[in-house]
């Protein structure tokens, strides 16, 4: 599943480097950009927001008292050139404060922050026991045990879903983003484009490369460092 963003600062140099890095993460879906916190105003109205690239220090209006503003407040992540805001951004619950300017390793590493914390929101608000879900497979429903799943692959309009209780990958139309949504977070990981991966599966991670029995799952260089945080990875 992605998340919809939206850039605000008034400076161009900065709405456009936020552009650029945004356009390199999968899960990031740009939804439009503001030069002050008036503009931003009327995207949220257009549609629902799960992120905001904040400016702080613009004209009319700062930030932090556009944040405080907001009876329904997305994720934040500040992105400024003063340091001294970070103490009001902590009380504020911001996902992250970035320091201008922003490296692309530090942005990924914002970014997955804020994915976490909405898979982690999705999760309490579906509030489901379920372990098991079911999949249209030619005219029938196939009920699959999410334990028996190891890993799930995305092919346009189809999936596929491979399982220890079959020889062969169960084919169902769909999307991995819609399948993405059935799935119980904390078990399951988008680690890149086309694939979701049980973390309950892993044998062993290379370059960049999961290994699940005889199959070898790719990593995206964003999903990464998500990754070993799902596992628990003490580096």
């Not at 608000?125 to 005219?139: A, I, K, P």
Request: net charge negative.
């Amino acid at each position: 599943m992605k998340l919809r963003c939206i850039v605000v600062d008034d400076e161009p140099l900065g709405r456009n480097l936020m552009v650029e890095n945004i356009s390199l993460i999968p899960f990031l879906e740009l939804v439009g950009t503001a030069k002050n916190a008036f503009e931003a105003m009327e995207l949220l109205e257009s549609g629902d927001i799960d992120l905001i690239f904040l400016d702080i220090q613009m004209p009319g209006m700062t930030g932090t008292k556009f944040v405080e503003s907001l009876t329904q407040k997305p994720m934040i992540i500040f992105v400024t050139a003063y340091e001294e805001f970070a103490v009001e951004s902590y009380n504020l619950e911001v996902v992250d404060y970035l320091m201008k300017p922003v490296s692309v390793e530090r942005f990924t590493k914002a970014a997955n922050k804020a994915y976490e914390r909405f898979n982690l929101n999705a999760r309490e608000s579906r509030g489901t026991d379920l372990d098991y879900m079911f999949v249209n497979v030619e005219y029938s429903l196939v009920k699959i045990s999410f334990d028996t799943i190891t890993h799930i692959e995305g092919l346009k309009d189809y999936i596929k879903i491979f399982v220890t209780t079959a020889a062969h990958p169960i084919l169902t139309k769909s999307t991995l983003k819609g399948i993405e949504e059935k799935l119980p977070g904390g078990k399951f990981l988008r680690v890149q484009k086309s694939f979701i991966v049980n973390l309950d599966k892993i044998e062993s991670i290379r370059n960049h490369r999961i290994s699940i029995g005889k199959f070898e799952i790719p990593v995206s260089d964003s999903s990464m460092e998500s990754l070993l945080d799902a596992i628990k990875y003490n580096k």
